[in-house]
């Protein structure tokens, strides 16, 4: 089974200080190292703020780009995981010690179907 | 043994070790009940096989053909991976009974914390102990069409995100347990004071007893397990006296202790000493003992209640208790204390609060407080007998007609 582990980030909540954003990073590099000897690992990374974001539609063969987001929330995607492992309370032992890293709530959801490798 | 019991008894097994034989809730379901319209037809006629010795391997067996009949006749992914899974398995004997760990195992599945509170309590109830749909809306007071949806939704995530079927391990338990637990005494509860109409569903009481016998048997070793058991045996045994001839709700002070059940009583007591003995105390443990002292003897010995209270308070910090323990208070120092102690607590909408309160002020004489105690209570209680219950007190309390 593959999982995302989505970090969601409300906007307008204070930004850590650089020095608490460092440790963040240390503790979240420790954790994907776990992930890559665990043989769990297969993609992950931090995002750029929404605003950084640019959305393309492709509606009657013709492509509107336009300013992002997409979704007009509060709460936005800031980073994520993809990971393997065998079953959900696997992907929830991953979770918890992602969101102990990051110190956001992390979202666990199951991929549709596992690719073809 | 009549078909129904069979039904009550096997149900819940039988689906439990078809789930393992299939990985699939759904497909083990499906067996079991085709399983169960073939065993009725066979079982029950006038000129049928008559009862097989072992009805639990003869409908594991049975579901076990009748899901391979079924699979191979569909093309789904998940016939194709159910059928592989039972190709894989080792030649099993004929004739296999329903293993006990299986059931355990769909316990854990069914209470995953990953799943809502109303979609533990709805999925246990209809696989482990084989409820309809409307059954369970009925004790639950929401359209059935939630129950099914919740029961359809939560099965559909169990095989979506692989909520796998398997025992937590030891490290895993204290995190795991208590969901199932909890699941077994709202089950219960539901049982004993329904939200609704008559104040006792008896089916409910006994699925949750027979759930707790199950667990109990499963994890021998696990004494808040022991303590759920021996609390919901040890309160199933008074439901007997606790409504009176006309439905109406009798207290525990008022009842008869002769119509209480005492082999229930026994069993409750033997593994409150069994907890003792182990001394790692919990909620359901000291809630059991407390029922002990309730149901030892002539009489309640309030002290040792209280200071039981007093030890449950320490674990389980609630309102609830709180407000439990101040019953006790009033017995052992008497009502004002017992009125000091329930005045800051917050329970919103909860009627036992406002009871406690009028019982409390009516013994200290203030009754034109208590009047109004009464009042919140029976705005506030949702079962008919309750409320009834506290407009005969309420009525007690105002001037009687001149005679």
């Known amino acids: ?117 | 043994m009549d078909m129904a019991s069979v039904y009550q008894a096997e149900y819940g097994r039988c689906v439990a070790t078809l789930v393992r034989l299939l990985g699939d809730i759904g497909l083990a379901e499906e067996a079991v009940q085709d399983a169960f319209a073939v065993a009725l037809e066979k079982w029950a006629l006038p000129n049928g096989d008559g009862l097989p010795p072992n009805p639990g391997a003869w409908i594991v067996t049975t579901a076990r053909n009748r899901a391979i009949d079924r699979l191979r006749r569909e093309s789904t992914r998940e016939a194709r991976q159910a059928q592989a899974l039972l190709l894989h398995q080792p030649d099993e004997p004929t004739e296999v009974g329903p293993v006990r760990d299986d059931q355990l195992r769909l316990i854990f599945t069914c209470c995953h914390p990953a799943l809502s509170p109303l979609a533990q309590t709805a999925l246990t109830l209809r696989l482990l102990g084989g409820l309809e749909v409307p059954e369970i809306a009925r004790a639950y007071l929401v359209p059935e069409a939630t129950i099914a949806q919740r029961i359809v939704r939560a099965k559909k995530k169990i095989r979506d995100a692989a909520i796998p079927y398997r025992v937590p391990d030891a490290a895993e338990l204290p995190d795991r347990l208590p969901p199932v637990l909890t699941v077994l005494y709202l089950i219960f509860n539901e049982g004993y004071t329904s939200t609704s109409g008559t104040l006792v569903r008896t089916d409910l009481c006994l699925e949750a007893v027979r759930l707790g016998r199950a667990l109990a048997a499963l994890m021998p070793d696990e004494p808040e397990v022991l303590g759920l058991l021996a609390l919901l045996l040890l309160t199933e045994a008074r439901r007997p006296a606790r409504v009176g001839p006309s439905g109406e709700l009798v207290t525990l002070a008022e009842q008869d202790r002769s119509r209480w059940d005492r082999d229930l009583i026994r069993e409750g007591h033997e593994l409150v000493r069994r907890c003792l003995r182990r001394d790692r105390p919990g909620p359901y443990q000291l809630q059991a003992a407390i029922n002990a002292v309730h149901t030892d003897g002539p009489a309640t010995d309030w002290d040792q209640v209280l200071a039981l209270y007093d030890q449950l308070l320490l674990h389980a910090p609630t309102p609830v208790v709180a407000l439990n323990r101040a019953v006790a208070v009033a017995e052992v120092h008497g009502p004002a204390p017992a009125l000091a102690a329930i005045a800051d607590l917050d329970l919103p909408g909860y009627h036992l609060l406002p009871a406690t309160r009028a019982d409390l002020l009516t013994r200290l004489g203030r009754i034109a407080e208590a009047l109004a105690a009464y009042d919140e209570a029976i705005a506030l209680a949702t079962n008919q007998t309750e409320r009834t219950f506290l407009h005969h007190r309420r009525a007690g309390l105002e001037p009687g007609p001149a005679t």
């Open chain 1, 1 to 117: 089974m593959q999982y995302l582990l989505a970090v969601h980030t409300v906007e307008g909540d204070p930004m850590p200080s650089t020095e608490d954003m460092q440790t963040q990073f240390a503790r979240v590099d420790v954790v994907n190292a776990e992930l890559q000897f665990a043989g769990a690992w297969v993609f992950g990374g931090g995002l750029r703020p929404p605003d950084s974001a640019t959305v393309v539609r492709v509606e009657g063969g013709r492509t509107t780009v336009t300013d992002g987001p997409f979704a007009e929330t509060k709460e936005q995607l800031g980073g994520f995981w993809v990971i393997r492992c065998d079953d959900l309370d696997q992907a929830l032992v991953w979770a918890e010690k992602c969101a102990e890293a990051c110190l956001q709530p992390v979202e666990v959801r199951p991929f549709d179907d596992e690719p073809q490798a």
